[in-house]
Structure formats: structure tokens, C-alpha cells
């Protein structure tokens, strides 16, 4: 080979090595991935016994998991549509991502977004674990929702699914009329 074509293939690799350098330092990393959107709730839909919704003091509706089958504590409305609460609650585990966080508890005015008096305040619980949050004012665009995740302390922005799945009357989650009457 040449001295002149080695110098010059020389040249170029050490180019591109440069430029891969300068990739891999300035691209994201998955750290940065999770500072920007987080997984909000990491609880196994099937594990969840009870899901308790309150507006103040007051409870909107109390569901318990038994055996794979749900049922109304508060009101007492009897049987509730599992296939509904399982949807709610799977909607809300795999969709539900931070936006962005606002701060923790003690760093943010909680009456700035709403969580000094919650639309909502949602507990979720399964053995050995729970999960408490409390759903704030909309976004100034109304795409999101501020959430206070009051076991961890922490503010956030997410998306205002939260709402749709459960800032509901109680008989959302009652049978409907035909599933009682099955298949004719």
C-alpha cells in the first residue's frame, strides 16, 4: 500500500472515531430517558385487593378484589364489574408516566397546582404494598393533570387519563343491565 493512501485511511479513522466519541457523550442515555417520562405506578393489576376514591372527606366508592372477583364496600352496591375495575386500574399502571416532576412535597406550594384541595385522592392497595396519590388542577394547555404521589412526596405532571378512569360516579363500575341478563 502507498504511504500516502495509509495516511490518508489513518486520517479517517481517526475522524470517525472522534465523531463516534462525541456521539456516544452527548446522545441520551436511558438516566436521561427517565428524568423526562416516568412510570408512575409499578403495582400488578391482579395483586390489587382494594381501591378507595375520595372527594375531601368524603368516600365515592370503596371496591374489593376477592378471588379475582370485585365488589362495592362503599356504597353498598353489591357486585361491581370486575372486567370495568381491571381496566381502570390497567390503564392507569401502564399508561400513567411523569411528564415532568415539580418537586417533592416540601419544595413545591401544593395550592399552585391544585393539591391543597384534590379533585380526588386515589389509594391503591395490594398485599404488602399501596399506593396513595391525589389528582390536582389541569395543565394550563388541558392535556395533563398534576398528581401528588403522597406516598413518595413527589409532584408531577401526567396525563389526564388519571381522571377519565377514575373521577367517576360509583355505579360506573356497577354491571351494566345486559351483562346481568347474560346472552339471550
Given at each position: 500500500?502507498?504511504?500516502?493512501?495509509?495516511?490518508?485511511?489513518?486520517?479517517?479513522a481517526l475522524a470517525?472515531?472522534?465523531?463516534?466519541?462525541?456521539?456516544?457523550?452527548?446522545?441520551?442515555?436511558?438516566?436521561?430517558?427517565?428524568?423526562?417520562?416516568?412510570?408512575?405506578?409499578?403495582?400488578?393489576?391482579?395483586?390489587?385487593?382494594?381501591?378507595?376514591?375520595?372527594?375531601?372527606?368524603?368516600?365515592?366508592?370503596?371496591?374489593?378484589?376477592?378471588?379475582?372477583?370485585?365488589?362495592?364496600?362503599?356504597?353498598?352496591?353489591?357486585?361491581?364489574?370486575?372486567?370495568?375495575?381491571?381496566?381502570?386500574?390497567?390503564?392507569?399502571?401502564?399508561?400513567?408516566?411523569?411528564?415532568?416532576?415539580?418537586?417533592?412535597?416540601?419544595?413545591?406550594?401544593?395550592?399552585k397546582y391544585g393539591?391543597?384541595?384534590?379533585?380526588?385522592?386515589?389509594?391503591?392497595?395490594?398485599p404488602g404494598e399501596?399506593?396513595?396519590?391525589?389528582?390536582?388542577?389541569?395543565?394550563?394547555?388541558?392535556?395533563?393533570?398534576?398528581?401528588?404521589?403522597?406516598?413518595?412526596?413527589?409532584?408531577?405532571?401526567?396525563?389526564?387519563?388519571?381522571?377519565?378512569?377514575?373521577?367517576?360516579?360509583?355505579?360506573?363500575?356497577?354491571?351494566?343491565?345486559?351483562?346481568?341478563?347474560?346472552?339471550?
Amino acid at each position: 500500500m502507498n504511504l500516502k493512501v495509509s495516511i490518508a485511511l489513518l486520517g479517517v479513522a481517526l475522524a470517525l472515531g472522534g465523531v463516534t466519541v462525541y456521539l456516544v457523550q452527548t446522545s441520551a442515555k436511558p438516566a436521561d430517558f427517565d428524568q423526562t417520562e416516568k412510570t408512575l405506578f409499578r403495582f400488578t393489576v391482579s395483586r390489587v385487593d382494594r381501591v378507595v376514591v375520595r372527594k375531601g372527606l368524603d368516600v365515592v366508592y370503596e371496591l374489593q378484589n376477592r378471588n379475582g372477583e370485585w365488589s362495592f364496600i362503599q356504597p353498598p352496591f353489591g357486585a361491581a364489574d370486575s372486567a370495568k375495575v381491571v381496566r381502570a386500574l390497567s390503564e392507569l399502571r401502564l399508561s400513567a408516566t411523569a411528564e415532568s416532576e415539580l418537586g417533592t412535597t416540601g419544595q413545591v406550594a401544593l395550592e399552585k397546582y391544585g393539591l391543597m384541595k384534590p379533585r380526588i385522592e386515589v389509594a391503591i392497595q395490594s398485599p404488602g404494598e399501596s399506593t396513595t396519590f391525589a389528582v390536582g388542577d389541569a395543565t394550563p394547555t388541558k392535556d395533563g393533570v398534576y398528581l401528588h404521589l403522597l406516598d413518595l412526596k413527589r409532584i408531577v405532571k401526567t396525563q389526564k387519563t388519571v381522571l377519565a378512569e377514575f373521577d367517576v360516579p360509583a355505579d360506573h363500575f356497577k354491571p351494566s343491565a345486559d351483562a346481568a341478563v347474560g346472552p339471550k
